[in-house]
């Protein structure tokens, strides 16, 4: 499964997370979602919009509301947000990610206050820093599955879906992709999921399959740059 597709889903499924993440947010704002009753978009809507002549596609936007006042115009405390999720080395981000901000600017003039996020593991926002934080929120423990050691992924995985049951959807694909060479029932037991319940879930059962599937076009890619490299070597 295509990591920065799954940081995708997730600000998809719970858009007011960006909130907490924007430069200033010291405390997570009230409403933010952690109960399942309240899937955490009462403050933001996202959308991946493509842009217009040279079809940029942003990886994500984050939209202030109608209800805030600040739907169209965004304001100092709910900025519209260009996400950008960078989990692979790219010496032309910070080129592409400025021409596409501005060309998003020049197409929306009535955004006045915007910023722009860059999720990457290290740098910036740094997930691994975030990880070693202590009592961490679980929605903000969410962002860290890429980057924890596997041994604390039981713990986190248990803490965020006891808070956010509906989020099984994302915590289990990316389990999938962290532990490969464990079976479905196996990854359950790691997320204190039981199977009888995702047996029901559809969604469940799609995610499953589909990052299984990743998996295995992953696994062929990598033979086959070690069998060219092996080729070259002779």
């Known amino acids: 499964m295509n990591t920065d597709r799954w940081y995708y889903q997730v600000f998809k499924g719970v858009p007011d997370l960006i ?15 952690l109960d399942a009753a309240e899937p955490g978009d009462r403050l933001y809507r996202f959308a991946a919009l493509e842009l217009k002549e040279l079809s940029h596609r942003l990886d994500g936007m984050q939209w202030p509301r109608e ?15 260009v996400l950008e999720v960078q989990m692979q080395s790219d010496a032309g981000c910070h080129h592409r990610l400025a021409a596409q901000t501005y060309r998003f600017l020049q197409q929306h003039p009535a955004v006045r206050h915007w910023a722009v996020l860059v999720i990457t593991p290290q740098q910036r926002l740094s997930l691994e820093e975030l990880s070693r934080r202590p009592r961490l929120d679980p929605l903000l423990n969410l962002l860290t599955l890429p980057v924890r050691p596997e041994g604390e992924l039981a713990v986190s995985s248990r803490q965020i879906l006891s808070c956010r049951p509906d989020l099984g959807t994302v915590v289990l694909p990316m389990l999938i992709q962290r532990f490969p060479e464990l079976n479905e029932e196996e ?11 995702i047996r029901q879930t559809r969604a469940v059962q799609e995610w499953l399959a589909e990052g299984r599937q990743e998996g295995r076009r992953e696994g062929c890619q990598e033979g086959r740059q070690e069998g060219r490299q092996e080729a070259a070597a002779v």
């Open 187 to 197: 990854i359950m037991v790691i997320a204190g999921i039981p199977r009888e319940e």
């Open 19 to 33: 909130r907490a993440l924007l430069p200033g947010a010291a405390v997570i704002p009230a409403g933010l979602g």
């Open 67 to 81: 209800s805030t006042g600040w739907g169209k115009t965004g304001s100092p405390e709910l900025p519209v947000v």
